[in-house]
């Protein structure tokens, strides 16, 4: 053999050697960067995360703003994202329908995952059509939601890849102020309501955890239940219609990210002058449309809800 092909020859199993240790060295920097991301279910936890993890890590929202959490889609791509994370935060408690397989999904990839609902003190439906079932809707209450904060807080520092411990714990404390300063607000707010008109009546059973919090009563739902997938009989709106007049209810609260015809339909077999207002339950807006954080979100429905109920 001449001395050209020794050479090629003894050069071979270096570059072999080296080609493999970059391939080593790229599969592991692929998986750590792909375990250093937080996939969020809904777009309010979504926006209470990103306040928390500020610039540690990318966080991932996978319900667009205006959608129902009961039965939005994601693409094949972001399912996929879910399964790389480094933990997927979603709410729990049968809220997220359509998304349980995602969640499933991936845990079984491997990924840890926070059911926040399950770790604030979750209440139960008392309406007869779910009664007993858990109320996924704890967000209405700033009190778990602050309780939420430090959960997700403690997990993304537990899980995800590179964030800085005492910066995501600063994040987080800053944050639970603010929604302090929202409870001092909500609490001021609707104590200038009448007590005798502390009566909620919404699209569907959404204000429970508000309601408990500060002393509303839950007259009835337009939808049955607390999914916005089932629909109401005509003996359900008699019968919640009847209620509303027995109540002397002066509005209706519909979601604003759900048609309010049915409302109106309530409004006029009440034989009543009701009126409809919007409410921002269970998604944040587009920015400029008024809810387009957490806590834009519930100012809004704060200053909603005690106009509507003070009203004449």
């Keep these: 053999m001449s001395p050209s092909g020794r050479r090629r020859r003894a050069v071979l199993p270096v570059i072999a050697l080296i080609t493999t240790a970059l391939l080593v060295a790229t599969g592991c920097s692929a998986a750590g960067d792909a375990r250093s991301s ?3 279910t809904t777009n ?3 926006d209470v995360t990103r306040a928390i993890v500020g610039d540690q890590a990318e966080v991932t929202v996978l319900m667009k703003p205006n959608a129902d959490p009961h039965s939005f889609g994601i693409s094949a791509q972001q399912a996929a994202e879910a399964e790389r994370a480094g933990l997927i935060v979603y709410n729990g408690l049968g809220l997220e329908e359509g998304m349980l397989r995602t969640v499933r999904a991936a845990e079984d990839s491997g990924v840890p995952a926070l059911p926040v609902g399950e770790r604030v003190n979750p209440i139960s439906y008392t309406s007869d059509e779910a009664a007993g079932r858990p109320d996924p809707h704890f967000w209405t209450d700033p009190g778990r939601v ?7 807080a403690e997990q993304i520092i537990a899980h995800v890849a590179g964030v800085d411990a ?8 800053r944050y639970r102020g603010e929604v302090g300063a929202l409870d001092a607000t909500m609490s001021r707010r609707f104590a200038e309501i009448p007590p005798h008109r502390r009566k909620l009546v919404t699209n569907h059973h959404v204000f429970g955890y508000l309601a408990r919090r500060f002393g509303f009563e839950v007259v009835g739902a337009v939808i049955p239940g607390g999914t916005t997938l089932a629909s109401p009989s005509s003996s359900d709106l008699k019968s919640l219609a009847d209620t509303v007049r027995a109540a002397g209810v002066p509005v209706i609260f519909a979601d604003s990210s759900q048609p309010d015809r049915l409302a109106r339909v309530l409004a006029e077999q009440a034989g009543l002058r009701v009126a409809v207002t919007p ?11 008024g809810a387009a954080t957490y806590l834009e ?3 809004a429905n704060t200053e909603a809800i005690a106009t509507g109920l003070t009203r004449p």
Excluded: C, K, W
Aim: charged share 15%; hydrophobic share 50%; glycine share 6%.
């Design 146 to 152: 602050r309780d939420a904060v430090n959960t997700i």
């Design 44 to 46: 309010i936890l979504g």
């Design 279 to 289: 409410l921002f339950s269970e998604s944040l807006s587009e920015p400029g449309q």
């Design 297 to 299: 979100m519930m100012h």
């Design 166 to 173: 005492a910066v995501v714990r600063a994040n987080a404390d």
């Design 38 to 40: 937080v996939v969020v």
